[in-house]
């Protein structure tokens, strides 16, 4: 079982519709959660951080944490092509690794 | 705000050529600093953990010989990729994360692609 978890997609949807990205990852002791943002050819660029069970919201977006479940979500509301991107999962495991484990992302495509 | 500099962007140079990348965190210290490889419509790939002061930790499979880790202070860690070959043309990404513990995120460079001829 891989550590963090996301569906490669691709996810379409239309301008001005709701995007649903979702992830799951193994270790239940995980504290701190990341999405990131990845246009292609570019470097990860850092949308929200979530630390405690709930939703938090930073202006079109909100990612959700439910941590008995070990899933966190992230929606962007009102979407726009601009937002077509891979949108990466990232955990800081409870495990001593001093790194974050990423997932492999999931490819959005928001359609005119 | 975490603003982190990656330079040089794109490197063009011939097999055997070492290159070396830099990687700065501008606006905060950064006690960690990781390198990252990514090839195209591939996940990221962590080649290795940086502490200030200390010896790189490598992740399984990463030659140390071959991509050289130096982080001398809390805002600057570089990567040497010794004698490279067209087999380490790839998109080499690096991250920083604040002093605060593992719980801080890490903030990206805007990556160097590095290319082998």
């Known amino acids: 079982q891989k550590e963090v978890e996301q569906n490669s997609g691709p996810l379409s949807v239309p301008e001005g519709a709701i995007a649903s990205l979702n992830c799951t990852y193994s270790d239940r002791g995980s504290q701190s959660f990341f999405w990131y943002r990845q246009y292609s050819g570019k470097s990860p660029e850092l949308i929200m951080s979530i630390y405690s069970n709930g939703d938090k919201e930073d202006g079109r977006f909100t990612a959700q944490l439910n941590k008995a479940s070990q899933y966190v979500s992230l929606l962007i509301r009102d979407s726009q092509p601009s937002d077509s991107a891979t949108y990466l999962c990232a955990v800081n495991m409870w495990t001593g690794a001093n790194n974050l484990f990423f997932g492999t992302g999931t490819r959005l495509t928001v359609i005119p | 705000g975490a603003v982190v500099s990656q330079h040089p962007s794109r490197v063009i140079c011939k097999s055997g050529t070492s290159v070396k990348i830099e990687c700065r965190s501008l606006d905060f210290q950064a006690t960690t600093m990781f390198w990252y490889r990514q090839f195209p419509k591939q996940s990221l790939m962590l080649m290795a953990t940086?502490?200030?002061?200390?010896?790189?930790?490598?992740e399984q499979g990463v030659e140390k010989d071959k991509f050289l880790i130096n982080h001398a202070s809390l805002t600057l860690s570089t990567l040497t990729v010794t004698s490279a070959h067209p087999e380490d043309s790839s998109f080499y990404i690096c991250?920083?994360?604040?002093?605060?513990?593992?719980?801080?995120?890490?903030?990206f460079g805007d990556g160097t692609r590095l290319s082998i001829l």
């Open positions: 991250s920083a994360r604040a002093t605060g513990g593992k719980d801080q995120p890490q903030h």
């Open positions: 940086s502490n200030e002061g200390s010896k790189a930790t490598y």
